[in-house]
């Protein structure tokens, strides 16, 4: 077990078996399992392991289990401005490409669900602090009512009377 650091002119372990002429799911399993840093990114290009599978990962079973395990953002950009879509779709490989595709949107739907819930989440909170507010207010009518009664007046004329003697007040 060790962090996996760039070792081999500047790639890691599991960039190069990504990269390599045959590479095989197990041994990518395998640097997963031994918790192998798969966010790095390739300091001269900043293409993250995701960028780099896309480019030259041969194998579609390593390329979907990186998308689908790597947690990283499908959407990010190296310094070139290519996304990972954008290097499937100039290398020609529609089964890479369609599988990215289909991860974004799917990505982007927990996004929106993620927004629903959270605009539902907030109405709830403003149902909440409007039915607060509304017993803060019944409770507040019910002590001025109490008040009213017992000056023998409605609850309108004793408002006045404090509106005046604020006024004054100041």
């Given at each position: 077990?060790?962090p996996?650091?760039?070792?081999?002119?500047?790639y890691?372990?599991?960039?190069?078996?990504?990269?390599?002429?045959?590479?095989?799911?197990?041994?990518?399993?395998?640097?997963?399992?031994?918790?192998?840093?798969?966010?790095?990114?390739?300091?001269?290009?900043?293409?993250t392991?995701?960028?780099?599978?896309?480019?030259?990962?041969?194998?579609?079973d390593?390329?979907?289990?990186?998308?689908?395990?790597?947690?990283?953002?499908?959407?990010?950009r190296?310094?070139?401005?290519?996304?990972?879509?954008t290097?499937?779709?100039?290398?020609?490989?529609?089964?890479f490409?369609?599988?990215v595709?289909?991860s974004?949107?799917?990505?982007?739907?927990?996004?929106?669900?993620?927004?629903?819930?959270m605009?539902?989440?907030?109405?709830?909170?403003?149902?909440?602090?409007?039915?607060?507010?509304?017993?803060?207010?019944?409770?507040?009518?019910?002590?001025?009512?109490?008040?009213?009664?017992?000056?023998?007046?409605?609850?309108?004329?004793?408002?006045?009377?404090?509106?005046e003697?604020?006024?004054?007040?100041r």
């Amino acid at each position: 077990s060790a962090p996996f650091k760039a070792e081999c002119q500047g790639y890691t372990p599991l960039q190069l078996a990504i990269c390599g002429k045959k590479p095989r799911l197990a041994i990518v399993k395998g640097l997963f399992a031994k918790e192998a840093n798969h966010l790095v990114k390739e300091s001269s290009t900043g293409n993250t392991i995701l960028h780099l599978a896309a480019e030259y990962c041969t194998e579609y079973d390593v390329f979907e289990y990186l998308v689908k395990n790597a947690r990283v953002d499908l959407f990010q950009r190296n310094n070139a401005g290519d996304t990972v879509l954008t290097i499937c779709q100039s290398r020609g490989d529609a089964k890479f490409t369609n599988l990215v595709e289909e991860s974004q949107r799917l990505l982007d739907d927990s996004a929106k669900k993620t927004d629903e819930l959270m605009a539902e989440l907030i109405g709830e909170e403003n149902k909440t602090e409007k039915a607060r507010a509304k017993k803060k207010e019944k409770k507040h009518r019910s002590k001025l009512q109490k008040l009213a009664d017992k000056h023998g007046c409605t609850i309108d004329q004793l408002e006045q009377v404090f509106k005046e003697h604020f006024q004054r007040a100041r």
